[in-house]
């Protein structure tokens, strides 16, 4: 057999998979304003079924300019439950969850930005795919930017999910990799920095 280790389990960093075998995140816009629907989760929950040992949602929006309405989302804390309910039906047909949180920067079209304004991007240059020209990003929304990312993938944690992606491409806003999901509480309001967020998602205990 060429792929022979393809069928066989692994363990990164804590996460233990059934197989090799990983869905990429692809951009459904299955979701209601960003809201786990039965259409989205049944999509997820069949391809579980069918053996996936890795399933990596997405996109999943975190602030209200990187994604459209339909994308789904942990922008806010009420965007919960459903996705815990959607991780937990991966969890019992026997895969993973992973979620891309995703900024398209420049190629998200203005006309499709959930508030309404010019999309975000690291400079105000008109791009060919999205027809439309961003409004470059100011030093403080970066920083805002940051803590919503970051809010995101502590939300990430309560919907039981395994790991986190960032959706990196160059020119989107997001420009990290896969980091693994590790924490189930959220830090002091005084804590809420990015770093300090990303550090307990890094180093505390594995789901």
């Not at 069928?7 to 998979?17: A, Q």
């Not at 459903?82 to 995703?102: M, P």
């Not at 806003?173 to 920095?193: F, G, M, N, V, Y």
Request: include cysteine; charged fraction near 20%; charge should be positive.
């Amino acid at each position: 057999m060429r792929y022979r280790r393809l069928f066989t389990p692994i363990t990164i960093n804590g996460m233990e998979l059934k197989n090799r075998i990983v869905m990429p995140a692809m951009h459904h816009l299955y979701t209601d304003n960003g809201y786990c629907t039965p259409k989205f989760a049944h999509y997820y929950w069949r391809r579980a079924e069918g053996g996936a040992g890795l399933i990596i949602v997405g996109s999943c929006r975190f602030d209200e300019y990187g994604a459209k309405a339909n994308s789904m989302s942990l922008a806010s804390d009420d965007t919960i439950p459903g996705w815990k309910q959607f991780t937990d039906g991966i969890h019992q047909r026997g895969s993973k969850a992973a979620v891309q949180l995703y900024h398209a920067g420049r190629y998200m079209p203005s006309k499709d930005v959930p508030c309404g304004k010019p999309a975000l991007a690291p400079s105000a240059v008109y791009s060919s795919f999205s027809r439309s020209t961003p409004r470059e990003i100011t030093v403080e929304e970066i920083h805002r930017l940051q803590a919503q990312w970051a809010a995101g993938a502590v939300r990430a944690t309560f919907t039981a999910s395994n790991s986190f992606q960032a959706g990196a491409q160059p020119n989107s806003l997001s420009c990290l990799k896969i980091i693994s999901s590790r924490t189930a509480i959220l830090p002091r309001a005084a804590d809420r920095s990015f770093s300090n967020i990303l550090r307990m998602a890094c180093h505390s205990r594995s789901r």
